[in-house]
């Protein structure tokens, strides 16, 4: 594909800052436009709108920019990150660019629903204000762009760099890190797919150049329970681990992988092992 540049919109963040890094050491000799909020605001329509002397036919866009589900699972969330992308996708349909790689997420299928069986084709069920506004910002964006346009869907991302502290491998490496307790739902045996975050960078930065229109969970298909994350943190590290009541009934998540498979027979991803000792080596070494 022949591309004269890339713009990334939303650089600065956990995962952004790590795809600029690998947007350039991959593509040396592509023009690499960053933007991140104050700079550019997106939930308005004037700085949407200064993207367009950028967006043409030999020009890729990479969208991280959004309101993470961390911040809050509100209305005012909600209707920010819907703006982003009806913002972005007016500026699309005045000026169509060659790809458009959108950060979606897995919450599209619903949090609360038990499945361990996820692919492409599972329905969409989303049962946060987050997983609604994801899909609809899915949609607005296709409708702007028919063509062109790749929509991850990624689980539970974790690896150095999270600030988040969030219930999850990130979290337990930064409570482990600073002699804080883990404290664990139940006995923390829900099953969920911890992506360690350099695999979502290498697909999207490979998604870039490849002909691949639709959805695409960013999977290994290999489902691990909190406890297990924990346990392999403490392998490591020396952790102090309590429980208390689930406020929600148990509810276990897994995925298929085959269509990631078929489009990148060659990609391996990081097992949980390596992602979690790569999250802690950096942690430490901070």
């Not at 996708?89 to 169509?96: E, F, K, Y």
């Not at 204000?129 to 702007?144: D, H, M, P, T």
């Not at 999270?162 to 002699?179: I, L």
Request: proline share 5%; net charge neutral; aromatic share 10%.
């Amino acid at each position: 594909m022949d591309l004269r540049r890339i713009v990334l919109l939303g650089h600065s963040g956990f995962i952004g800052s790590r795809l600029e890094t690998a947007l350039r050491r991959r593509y040396p000799n592509v023009e690499l436009a960053c933007f991140s909020f104050p700079g550019l605001d997106l939930t308005q329509p004037s700085g949407a709108d200064s993207l367009a002397g950028l967006f043409d036919q030999q020009t890729a866009v990479i969208m991280t920019a959004g309101v993470k589900r961390q911040w809050g699972d509100t209305l005012d969330a909600f209707s920010q990150n819907v703006a982003m992308a009806v913002n972005v996708a007016r500026v699309l349909q005045a000026h169509p660019v060659r790809r458009f790689v959108f950060y979606s997420s897995a919450a599209v299928y619903g949090e609360e629903h038990h499945n361990e069986q996820i692919t492409e084709d599972t329905p969409v069920r989303p049962t946060s204000l987050y997983g609604i506004a994801k899909f609809a910002s899915e949609c607005v964006l296709r409708k702007a762009l028919p063509a062109g346009v790749a929509a991850i869907r990624p689980s539970l991302i974790y690896g150095p760099g999270d600030t988040s502290k969030s219930y999850g491998p990130a979290g337990f490496v930064y409570a482990a890190t600073h002699q804080e307790p883990i404290t664990l739902w139940g006995e923390g045996d829900e099953k969920r797919e911890f992506v360690f975050v350099d695999d979502v960078v290498e697909i999207s930065a490979r998604l870039v150049v490849h002909d691949y229109d639709g959805v695409l969970n960013v999977v290994s298909g290999r489902a691990c329970t909190f406890r297990q994350a924990v346990d392999i943190v403490a392998r490591h590290s020396p952790v102090s681990v309590t429980t208390r009541p689930r406020s929600k009934p148990k509810v276990d998540h897994g995925f298929r992988n085959e269509l990631l498979t078929r489009l990148f027979p060659d990609f391996k991803f990081h097992s949980l092992e390596e992602g979690i000792r790569a999250t802690l080596e950096a942690e430490v070494g901070k």
